[in-house]
């Protein structure tokens, strides 16, 4: 799940971020709670806690360069040293502060009043770049494996084990597919059975009640999920 983190000490403008980013995603045709989450702060300590806790809590954060008095580029750099795998966007009112951001490796330095097309733009290339073009990381047994999505052409449950079909073969899991399927980056990856996960990527059609893949597998498509398959399906498309 792709987690954004927006940290500004202006109520109405947190709101207004939060508004915009989710904008942005739901544009992309993803899903808030299911394929994203937007983390707001109204503080730095408060920020910095919940990345200190977990790591993992973040992949882009927008941040204030003046955050309520403390010293945005001062967290920014204290974040880094936590875990230094995030994307960085300052948005601040002070052009001061350009050079000295460098050290913290920010995507961009914006300025307030926000330009929003520019904004949206940063946030969906680096939402394809750091997920869509990623790794799924497994751990099965004693052994680490790293699996491009792009390799994914579906997902199987099955016999309490989860499989992997790839372009070459499949990969055995032995977790579940409720603990993947938030891995599973959308809008590319759709549920359209209760024991499946299709890659729109690799898909040639889909028929009632099937989805046809380019390597020939044909993966089945639920009663239940057909309707909301197709709906995904053709907004996949129109991206």
């Not at 992309?28 to 993992?56: F, H, N, W």
């Not at 016999?159 to 499949?170: I, M, Y």
């Not at 059975?193 to 059609?205: G, I, L, P, R």
């Not at 889909?206 to 995904?232: C, D, T």
Request: net charge negative; glycine share 6%; proline share 3%.
């Amino acid at each position: 799940m792709y987690r954004i983190a927006i940290g500004d000490d202006d109520p109405v403008f947190l709101e207004e971020m939060e508004s915009l980013v989710s904008s942005c995603m739901d544009g992309e045709g993803l899903t808030r709670e299911k394929d994203y989450v937007i983390d707001c702060y109204s503080t730095a300590p408060s920020l910095q806690e919940a990345l200190s806790v977990d790591g993992d809590r973040c992949q882009l954060c927008l941040l204030d360069v003046e955050f309520g008095g403390d010293n945005g580029l001062q967290l920014a750099a204290s974040l880094r040293e936590q875990t230094a795998d995030f994307s960085l966007i300052y948005i601040t009112s002070h052009r001061d502060y350009v050079f000295q951001s460098f050290d913290t490796r920010p995507l961009h330095y914006l300025l307030k009043p926000v330009d929003k097309e520019k904004l949206a733009e940063l946030i969906r290339e680096d939402y394809r770049r750091r997920y869509l073009d990623a790794k799924l990381y497994l751990k099965t047994g004693g052994r680490h494996m790293a699996v491009a999505y792009q390799d994914i052409y579906a997902v199987e449950a099955a016999q309490h084990r989860v499989f992997l079909h790839l372009r070459e073969g499949t990969v055995e899991w032995g977790g579940s597919l409720s603990a993947l399927a938030p891995e599973l980056p959308g809008p590319c990856f759709c549920r359209c059975h209760n024991s499946y996960f299709v890659n729109f990527n690799h898909m040639t059609e889909m028929v009632r009640y099937e989805a046809r893949l380019e390597n020939g597998e044909v993966i089945p498509v639920s009663k239940r999920f057909y309707k909301s398959a197709i709906e995904q399906f053709i907004a996949f498309l129109k991206n």
